[in-house]
């Protein structure tokens, strides 16, 4: 296999100046290598070093798309290629070689500094003679030229993760997912084929877009055998053995890519013939080879992004400010433990003081005195003479002259000198709780910057993801594609899918919006279609635009195709406005494509686009003007948010909405602004007597006005994904969860405001239940003249509520009804015996008490004339089978009289 050195068409300034600092140290190594051939001991591994940096040169400056730079890195590379000695006498001619080559190398790259482009970098190296010197060298020394051997005696080119190192930066790790989720999926014990076929449809496309067309086609193989197991085409038993040694193929590509097996091309081809065997009910022509003994296991893939080294020395400051402020918050602690010591040492005081007062004055079996008291006859025990004494003599002072205590005052002493020690630690205390807030309040400051240094190192520029689709149209000579915004920046883990979602859309741009050139210009536009792609960056979101001005999105054939899959009744399409028809591209396995190819036509459609989006938490909006093209806006936010937003109660719920796009908020005084949105119906919440408005930034211009109950608090928060049950409606971006003050979580809604600004537009309101009785039964009149249909629509259309009566031919409905038969509802097939659809419609029309009885009719007749004629002859609507039960229930329940509708 051949692997395709990536060209991309624009450099940025990161990415010229990780290209000029790795070129430098190129250069700079082959001057010292040069050296070093001059020293004996050192030549054969500068030798080996000037090959190395030869062929290092060359593969960057082709992939940043230097090619007069790579051609004469890779003369140099060719030079000391094979060469196991080189005798001292031929170190001049090649250092007479080296040092032209060098200058010429470091003139180039001055140049790409300046912003002119490499220049004339061949005729640069003749001017100093270099290839005269090349040729006297090759004529002296031409038996030391000898092939360089592989390292495995297989391989003989790079493999295509070097080559192409950006895109199997990204590419790598999804196509061993995909393989990983194909395999996981085919052991399921009921393996689910539509899930498995839009892998394989992903890798496929994903690997044509990167050059890697054995891949491609081991994809397109296995999407072959899927979609005819899919179909019951081959039963699934059959197929199994072929998928399994696919999803081999698949391995051992993706190995060789990697340099751990040889060519896989052979392997390729020959099970594609097993494949191509199978579906024309053969056997295997071929067998597929056995995957290699040995094949070491893969290792690990992780995510690699390139972070410049400023931010890293940002977040390095960051971390060292964490450092000082945990180092605080230690002392704090300190403090707080010294503060702890000292109100247990006041807690001791206190309990001893009140305890020798209880001792004196609260024990019955002590005297006020503190002797003990006998209970008895009997006398005190006797004082010494001394102390009597001076007694007396203390007694002849008077209260002016000498202060006395007795218990009453030094408990009150005591008590005194307890109430300052407390009053000294409540203000130390205080003091330590401002601090730690203060202290608190810088450290949520450094983790928030912190948090946003770390989310912008994981940005990647648009640049990353586009840059495939460059040359994805460079094969292409149908269309002309332009790219702006490619400075905007990304979540390194969003651009995967990212990039796989715009290639399908170009992709159906190509297909669906391609016009004869005749066409093209009897409508005065350009010979080729014009596609261009858009990204731009607001309120954290990347709103990527693919846009075309081709023929635009064929609304017959989508509400046709909607007819045929079941998805919708003719009645509901009839009524479908152009916007509610363009959604239809959305439906699952919907394809308008003619003819199934290698790019259209398979029903891998654009509901796998709105699911790979939505996945990344964002979602999809689509216009598209017959004969002036369409355009597709993919919003998906820039990162995994960690962001804040304002709550808001709404009833005895909450939302928020972020606060980059909060305008402002007052009270509601007097009657809403217009337009405005209502939280309170889009929640079914009864509203309370004060209300507030609060004023939310529109993307592009414009300010969206929404009720609500109250304005709570700001909250730092993950942004999550809505996920699958909430991901349709339109006004929410995300959810989150927050914690009340019992510490129980709870869901919180976070807004879009685009979204709410739609749902007003169309008018959505809680739904008032209506205070009516509990309607009657309703019976339906199905006719088929299949058994099996009759008992398997019977037994749905019973689960559904309804009373249900069955005829096998229009003859036998049309007795039934002209006998008095009760029916609320016909449901009729076209084809019968005897009397079919069409003349049972016309027959119940000309009847006076069936004139407006509710006809609908379900065929596998979805073609235009049929449907056509039936509503002509008075069908109230047109089903295709097998419709969804879910569609017929809606149907049914439309078209019957009020009352009627199952409750």
């Known amino acids: 296999m051949t692997s395709v050195p990536y060209n991309p068409v624009t450099l940025d300034a990161d990415l010229t100046a990780t290209y000029l600092q790795d070129a430098r140290s190129v250069t700079a190594g082959i001057e010292d290598a040069t050296v070093d051939l001059w020293v004996p001991a050192t030549r054969l591994q500068a030798m080996e070093t000037l090959w190395v940096l030869g062929h290092r040169l060359q593969g960057t400056a082709g992939l940043y798309g230097y090619p007069q730079t790579a051609a004469l890195a ?11 000695s080189l005798p001292e006498e031929a170190v001049p001619q090649i250092t007479e070689v080296l040092e032209p080559a060098v200058t010429c190398l470091n003139a180039a790259l001055d140049r790409i500094e300046r912003g002119q482009g490499e220049g004339d970098v061949g005729l640069m190296f003749a001017h100093q003679g270099g290839p005269a010197r090349v040729t006297t060298l090759l004529r ?23 080559i192409n190192a950006p895109i199997w930066e990204d590419f790598g790790p999804e196509a061993a997912e995909l393989t990983a989720a194909l395999r996981q999926g085919l052991m399921a014990d009921t393996p689910d084929l539509t899930a498995l076929f839009r892998a394989a449809h992903t890798l496929k496309g994903s690997s044509a877009m990167v050059g890697l067309q054995d891949l491609a086609d081991a994809g397109h193989a296995l999407e072959d055998l899927m979609s005819s197991a899919r179909e019951d085409g081959i ?14 193929v698949a391995e051992a590509v993706l190995a060789h890519a990697e340099g751990r097996l040889p060519s896989q091309t052979q392997r390729v081809q020959t099970y594609r013939a097993s494949v191509a065997a199978l579906l024309g009910g053969q056997a295997p022509a071929l067998p597929v080879p056995a995957a290699t003994p040995g094949d070491a296991a893969r290792p690990e893939t992780r995510l690699s992004v390139r972070v410049d080294s400023a931010r890293l020395d940002g977040m390095l400051d960051d971390v060292a400010g964490l450092v000082a402020s945990r180092a605080r918050l230690n002392g704090l602690l300190l403090r707080q433990q010294g503060l702890a010591r000292s109100l247990d040492a006041a807690h001791e005081r206190v309990q001893r003081t009140v305890r020798d007062f209880e001792e004196r004055y609260l024990n019955p079996n002590l005297t006020p005195g503190g002797a ?8 005190a025990s006797p004082r010494p003479s001394g102390d009597l004494q001076l007694q007396d003599r203390l007694a002849d002072f008077g209260a002016l002259e000498l202060d006395t205590y007795d218990d009453l005052n030094i408990l009150a002493r005591a008590v005194t000198e ?49 840059a495939p689709l460059h040359r994805w149209a460079g094969r292409r000579d149908d269309l002309t594609l332009s790219i702006h915004g490619e400075d905007s920046l990304i ?38 279609l ?72 398979r029903g891998v459609g654009m509901d796998a686009v709105r699911d790979a989006i939505a996945r990344l938490g964002g979602r999809v909006t689509l216009s598209s003007r017959p004969g002036q093209g369409t355009a597709i806006t993919l919003h998906v936010p820039v990162a995994q948010q960690i962001t804040d937003v304002l709550v808001m109660r709404v009833g005895t719920q909450r939302v928020a909405v972020l606060a980059s796009q909060m305008q402002g908020m007052s009270i509601l005084d007097g009657d809403a602004p217009a337009g405005s949105v209502d939280l309170n119906d889009l929640w079914g919440e009864t509203p309370d007597t004060v209300r507030y408005v609060a004023r939310i930034a529109l993307s592009g211009a414009g300010t969206l006005h929404v009720l609500v109950d109250e304005f709570l608090k700001l909250e730092e ?88 009566t069955t005829a096998s031919d229009g003859q036998e409905a049309l007795e039934r009804l002209l006998a008095g038969q009760r029916a609320d509802l016909l449901l009729s097939d076209l084809e019968m015996p005897r009397m079919n659809g069409f003349e049972l419609l016309r027959a119940v029309r000309s009847s006076p008490a069936h004139a407006t009885l509710p006809v609908v009719i379900m065929t596998t007749r979805a073609g235009e004339k049929h449907q056509q004629l039936a509503m002509e002859l008075g069908a109230s609507d047109y089903l295709a089978k097998p419709a969804e039960e879910r569609l017929l229930q809606r149907r049914l329940n439309a078209l019957l009289p009020a009352g009627k509708v199952r409750a």
Do not use: C, W
């Open 74 to 84: 890779g003369l140099l590379e060719r030079l000391m290629e094979g060469r196991a």
């Open 140 to 162: 002296e020394y031409p038996f030391e030229l000898r092939a360089r051997e592989s390292r495995d005696h297989t391989q003989e080119e790079q493999p295509f993760a070097v």
């Open 235 to 248: 039963p699934l038993d059959r197929a199994l053995p072929l998928l399994e040694d696919g999803l081999n």
């Open 372 to 379: 003990a008291a006998s209970g008895m006859a009997g006398a």
């Open 418 to 466: 307890l109430s300052a020690d407390l009053t000294e630690i409540r203000a130390q205390n205080a003091q330590a709780i401002s601090a730690l807030g203060d202290e608190l309040t810088g450290l949520e400051k450094l983790t928030r910057q912190l948090r946003v240094e770390l989310s912008r190192a994981r940005l990647l520029p648009v640049s990353r993801v586009t």
């Open 491 to 528: 979540d390194a883990q969003h651009a995967g899918p990212l990039g796989e979602a715009l290639l399908h859309l170009l992709t159906n741009a190509a297909v669906h919006g391609a016009q004869p050139p005749e066409e093209r210009a009897a409508q005065g536009k350009p010979e080729r």
């Open 530 to 601: 014009q596609v261009s792609v858009s990204a731009r960056v607001a309120d954290g979101h990347l709103s990527v635009t693919v846009q075309d001005d081709g023929r635009g999105l064929n609304f017959a054939a989508l509400r046709q195709r909607a007819l045929q899959s079941g998805h919708a009744s003719a009645g509901e399409l009839a009524a479908y406005t152009d916007e509610q028809t363009a959604q239809l591209v959305f439906l699952p396995g919907l394809s308008t494509a003619g003819q199934v190819t290698q790019e259209a036509g």
């Open 717 to 804: 928060i993950v942004l999550r994904p809505a996920g699958k049950l909430l991901g349709s409606l339109g006004y929410l971006s995300g959810m989150t969860t927050l914690n009340d003050p019992s510490g129980q979580a709870f869901p919180v809604a976070i807004l879009d405001p685009a979204g709410l600004a739609q749902a007003s537009a169309r008018g959505v309101r809680r739904a008032a239940r209506p205070a009516v009785a509990a309607p009657d039964s309703a019976h339906i009149l199905l006719v088929d003249d299949s058994l099996s249909v009759r008992r398997h629509v019977g037994r749905s259309l019973e689960r559904f509520g309804f009373q249900v």
